[in-house]
T-cell receptor, first 114, second 109 residues
Framework: ETGVTQTPRHLVMGMTNKKSLKCEQHLGHNAMYWYKQSAKKPLELMFV???????ENNSVPSRFSPECPNSSHLFLHLHTLQPEDSALYLC?????????????FGQGTRLTVV | ELKVEQNPLFLSMQEGKNYTIYCNYSTTSDRLYWYRQDPGKSLESLFVLLSNGAVKQEGRLMASLDTKARLSTLHITAAVHDLSATYFC?????????FGTGTRLQVFP
């Protein structure tokens, strides 16, 4: 079982659909993150959760809605997306305040909005 | 606001050659990470650098950190095709990682 698991791996949705991305970490970490990776753009931090509390919302449009029910699970709820939201969405987790503190990434969800 | 810049953005190099990728960042931080990403794949952690002067080596890759200069380098020695990937540096900023633009490396025979 990999450390950080994301589902689905691929998602095609229409602009009027509602869907959710799921992330689960098996590393016992206390922080989880959503990143967006678009073609020709740097990795953009979207949301940060420390100990299940959202500590960062990086000016993300409200059509993206995160949810962190516990320290092992993170969701990204999607509704009325735009074609420019098509990207690779990466979930990561880390142990904050720990020696090292590196983030471990899931395989990502490749999202296409049509 | 923390900014992280990498250069070069693209690097095409011949097998057997050496080269260095640079990562500059704009505010104080003593934690820096290097990641590798293969096409269509996720990010794989390569190095964790936690203090000024830290140097880590793995195979043909060596990473270093100079916190006073706010600079990290990733040095490639005698490149091989398997090193072809995109390399990202990331700087810790109050318990979140801010990534550089990435350096796309292509190694050819």
């Amino acid at each position: 079982e990999t450390g950080v698991t994301q589902t689905p791996r691929h998602l095609v949705m229409g602009m009027t659909n509602k869907k959710s991305l799921k992330c689960e970490q098996h590393l016992g970490h206390n922080a989880m993150y959503w990143y967006k990776q678009s073609a020709k753009k740097p990795l953009e931090l979207m949301f940060v959760y420390n100990f299940k509390e959202q500590t960062e919302n990086n000016s993300v449009p409200s059509r993206f809605s995160p949810e962190c029910p516990n320290s092992s699970h993170l969701f990204l709820h999607l509704h009325t997306l735009q074609p420019e939201d098509s990207a690779l969405y990466l979930c990561a987790s880390s142990q904050v305040w720990a020696e090292g503190g590196e983030a471990f990434f899931g395989q990502g969800t490749r999202l296409t909005v049509v | 606001e923390l900014k992280v810049e990498q250069n070069p953005l693209f690097l095409s190099m011949q097998e057997g050659k050496n080269y260095t990728i640079y990562c500059n960042y704009s505010t104080t931080s003593d934690r820096l990470y290097w990641y590798r990403q293969d096409p269509g794949k996720s990010l794989e952690s390569l190095f964790v650098l936690l203090s000024n002067g830290a140097v880590k080596q793995e195979g043909r890759l060596m990473a270093s950190l100079d916190t006073k200069a706010r600079l990290s380098t990733l040095h490639i020695t005698a490149a091989v095709h398997d090193l072809s990937a995109t390399y990202f540096c990331a700087v810790d900023n109050t318990d979140k990682l801010i990534f550089g633009t990435g350096t796309r490396l292509q190694v050819f025979p």
